[in-house]
């Protein structure tokens, strides 16, 4: 991830950057992060638009199995199970994986993690960092989406959606 944002031969300017799925969680010092958003800040265009999302909540701290099942796919219901194997709360270090299961078959370790995950307070900071002048944040509570912006200056923006 961060070699194509700092990839020297891709300097192209663009009006929407994203970083979804957690994706700047691999980066577990805040160095890193605020030189993978200033990296990112660089490459937009004026007025330009950086969207990235957020984990957290009370389960993100939380050893266990944690099941979600999908809805049918290919007339077949799927289900994921995120297995929370480890965390160092206080620095907010944290490694599971996730399997996936349909009827009698389940693919384990699917994908595997090893996280820092980063508060929205913290993101905030490394954006304002950055260059990142104006956000609005997207939330959901329930399933519904609320929203809070701030600072309304013309500099490119950077939209966190926390989950």
């Not at 805040?30 to 990112?40: G, I, P, S």
Request: with cysteine; charged share 20%.
């Amino acid at each position: 991830v961060a070699a194509a944002v700092a990839a020297p031969l891709q300097r192209v300017q663009a009006d929407v950057c994203v970083a979804l799925n957690h994706s700047f969680f691999v980066f577990h010092r805040a160095t890193a992060v605020q030189e993978y958003f200033r990296l990112t800040y660089c490459r937009l265009r004026e007025p330009g638009l950086f969207m990235l999302d957020l984990y957290g909540g009370q389960q993100a701290h939380r050893p266990g199995c944690y099941v979600r099942h999908l809805p049918a796919l290919a007339s077949r219901p799927v289900s994921y199970v995120r297995v929370v194997e480890a965390s160092a709360v206080q620095e907010r270090y944290y490694r599971w994986h996730m399997d996936f299961e349909r009827e009698a078959q389940r693919v384990v370790h699917a994908f595997d993690y090893d996280w820092r995950i980063w508060t929205l307070p913290e993101v905030l900071y490394l954006l304002k960092c950055a260059g990142f002048t104006r956000y609005q944040i997207l939330y959901t509570s329930g399933g519904n989406f609320d929203s809070f912006a701030a600072a309304p200056e013309s500099k490119p923006e950077a939209a966190a959606a926390a989950a």
